[in-house]
């Protein structure tokens, strides 16, 4: 018995441990499982960084890979009231999303940073070591992260 209060315990704790460690804050602007892109449109307005969100959109522009440091897919994504924003998909740790092609819609769970330019969301991915929010990317059905 005292075995398994310990195994218990020790999940309990490790669960904490690991959602209390996440670096982005939880978007206070949530409502009930939205993708009408709100909430990016506030952190936009209130030049907000590192809230978490999820959006959908229209793949504007498809970028080169940026291959300094960790690779990352880049594009442009237009959402629904015109703002566009920079995607940036973590291809060592996620896999890339073949044929990515201007116009295709995609769905997206990551951090916003703000800029000028309408601002970008990473951590489009999960995280190996537990200590940030899972993020991803969903495209003709299928999950990347």
């Known amino acids: ?34 993708t009408d892109n709100a909430d990016i449109e506030r952190a936009f307005k ?10 959908e959109g229209t793949v504007d522009r498809v970028l080169e890979d940026d291959v300094d440091g960790s690779r990352h897919q880049r594009f442009i994504v237009r959402l629904s009231p015109g ?4 995607i940036l998909h973590n291809i060592d740790i996620a896999p890339r999303i073949d044929n990515l092609q201007t116009g295709d ?23 190996p070591q537990g200590r940030h929010v899972a993020g991803w990317l969903k495209y003709k059905g299928k999950t990347y992260q």
């Open 83 to 86: 703002q566009t924003i920079l």
């Open 105 to 127: 819609s995609i769905r997206f769970y990551g951090e916003y940073i703000w800029s000028a330019q309408g601002g970008k969301v990473h951590w489009t991915h999960h995280d």
């Open 1 to 34: 018995m005292r075995s398994r209060t310990y195994i218990i315990t020790v999940v309990v704790i490790a669960l904490a441990w690991t959602t209390s460690g996440c670096a982005a804050e939880s978007s206070p602007y949530k409502s009930a499982a939205t």
């Open 46 to 55: 209130e030049r907000r960084s590192n809230v978490q969100v999820e959006g």
